[in-house]
């Protein structure tokens, strides 16, 4: 039954709100009404997000107001809104809300650090979406819920509505719109369930660094000796298939924080890709897909129900959403100590990189602030084949502040707790190969068993960083870009070609990074 709960102080007058329901009522809710909804053959809930299967960035915008606006970085990404237009876009979907039979309430926690964590609330009209949300964010105890309060930040999606394109400042029927002092996130136009998640992350990237605290789109784990490893990287460089790591507890897969006392995971789930997904090189995924998982757009067979992780006919970005729990090996709460190693995932499509590289802090800020990686198809609407590019602090479409400041707060967290930074590259190599999970694996462990301490290093002329000539379980042909290319001159003028990317993509920081941290960056290697 639905419970005797009204959201009627938002100006919502339905009467049947499910607020966080169980598992099974949200499946069968889901199955009756919801069009593209059906059950895998291992119980996960297969659905279908519309036109929209990845984010829509460019329809992303931030309400401009002057008690935040001087801390907002303008410009291509954080993209400003009249409070006029907020309001229309937020009448609108008050409008459609109250159009519908039932809604969905998700009363849920962002952070596991209590001294952090922010309260959300999650207005939708369809099951996937409150399901989703349950697996992403951290779901409150029955005693928790009882006494929730308000909460902290109320997203309201009526994304099965389109934006009125004619409104002013509006591209396009898709608009995320965030208002940071009402405290609210408005869904127009786009069903992608991504987008409700990726908002709060953008959220939590305001407010922590005002107190202090580094935000990260990052995955981190935890050894046996409760040394923690944060991984940066982009969608598709391997962040969420190599933190899930048997030999390690996995903090989380995608957003976490880093504060005076450690880190902290801002999610209560994963949110892994599910292109090509195998029981063989992904086990720890694989195996989380049962009842209670989210299957975005992927397709199954009609009679087995068997999804085919292969088909890519309706999307490259196949997801899926699972609770934190179902993978087997991990740390609960998902809080632990200061990062031991700092690895900044990227995925090299000019083939130039090497497999592993040790960073200076000088090196690591740079890199951090370049964000350097092939975006990857699928991830976002419109991006069909990879493309290099950078994204600043791994992860712009996120940061609402400017990229130094983030980078200051990594680099002085790097500093104050000695941890050592690592350029690690899943992309591909001057054969043309891309690198073998295996090895990537067998990388991360060397870094995880201090087996690089003593090991010899050449100095890359170009970048300037430190490359292992030797790896336990790695050919050694594989970690020196040059050796895997049989035309040595055609190496340096990709190679500088790529210099010169970075070197253009940092003009934009210069004025306002440290002169060391600009000093790091790479040179163009002189040809004969």
């Not at 009209?125 to 909460?151: C, D, V, W």
């Not at 690895?343 to 964000?371: M, N, R, W």
């Not at 690690?424 to 073998?436: D, E, I, L, P």
């Amino acid at each position: 039954m639905a419970e005797a709960f009204n959201l009627r102080k938002y100006g919502i007058d339905t009467e049947t709100i499910y607020r966080n329901s169980s598992v099974p009522v949200l499946y069968e809710l889901g199955l009756r009404l919801e069009k593209g909804t059906a059950i895998s053959d291992v119980g996960a809930l297969m659905t279908y997000s519309g036109e929209k299967t990845g984010r829509s960035p460019k329809d992303k915008r931030i309400v401009r107001h002057p008690d935040s606006e001087n801390n907002i970085d303008w410009g291509d990404i954080n993209i400003g809104l009249d409070e006029h237009t907020y309001m229309v876009n937020h009448e609108r979907a008050l409008d459609y809300l109250n159009t519908r039979e039932h809604l969905f309430v998700v009363d849920a926690f962002a952070g596991w650090d209590p001294d952090y964590r922010i309260k959300t609330r999650i207005i939708c009209t369809r099951a996937y979406h409150a399901l989703f949300m349950q697996n992403m964010l951290i779901m409150p105890s029955k005693e928790e819920l009882a006494n929730f309060g308000e909460p902290d930040y109320v997203v309201m999606n009526a994304g099965g509505f389109p934006a009125n394109r004619y409104t002013s400042e509006m591209t396009s029927k898709t608009s995320i719109d965030v208002n940071l002092e009402r405290k609210e996130i408005v869904i127009l136009g786009t069903q992608y369930a991504g987008e409700m998640k990726k908002g709060l992350f953008g959220v939590m990237n305001y407010l922590m660094p005002l107190e202090g605290v580094m935000p990260m789109h990052c995955s981190a784990n935890v050894g046996e000796k409760g040394d923690v490893s944060i991984l940066f990287g982009l969608s598709g460089t391997g962040k969420t298939t190599l933190s899930a790591d048997p030999k390690r507890k996995l903090i989380g897969d995608d957003e976490h924080c880093w504060t005076d006392k450690g880190t902290f995971n801002i999610e209560g789930g994963c949110y892994a890709k599910a292109i090509d997904l195998s029981a063989e090189n992904e086990p720890d995924i694989f195996n989380a897909i049962r009842f209670g998982t989210v299957l975005e757009n992927v397709v199954y067979d009609k009679d087995t129900r068997q999804v085919d992780y292969s088909d890519v006919s309706i999307t490259q970005n196949t997801r899926a959403s699972y609770p934190i729990e179902f993978i087997d090996n991990i740390q609960i709460p998902c809080i632990a100590g200061h990062p031991e190693n700092i690895i900044f995932l990227t995925c090299d499509a000019f083939g130039v990189l090497p497999p592993v590289s040790k960073l200076t802090p000088e090196q690591a800020s740079y890199h951090f602030i370049s964000g350097y990686t092939a975006k990857v198809a699928g991830t976002e609407m419109g991006v069909t084949e990879p493309q290099a590019t950078f994204s600043a602090c791994f992860g712009a479409a996120f940061m609402m502040w400017h990229p130094n400041r983030y980078a200051e707060l990594l680099a002085e967290k790097i500093k104050t707790h000695k941890a050592t930074a690592w350029l690690v590259n899943t992309g591909w190599n001057g054969s043309g190969s891309r690198m073998k999970l295996k090895h990537t694996r067998a990388m991360i462990d060397a870094i995880h068993n201090h087996d690089f301490d003593h090991a010899e290093y050449v100095t890359d002329e170009e970048f300037g960083f430190q490359i292992p000539t030797s790896c336990p379980n790695v050919p050694e042909e594989v970690l020196i870009p040059k050796n895997t290319w049989e035309d040595k001159e055609k190496y340096t003028q990709v190679k500088n070609k790529l210099v010169t990317l970075f070197n253009d993509n940092f003009e934009q920081f210069k004025a306002n990074v440290n002169p060391e941290i600009v000093a790091a960056g790479p040179k163009v290697a002189e040809t004969a």
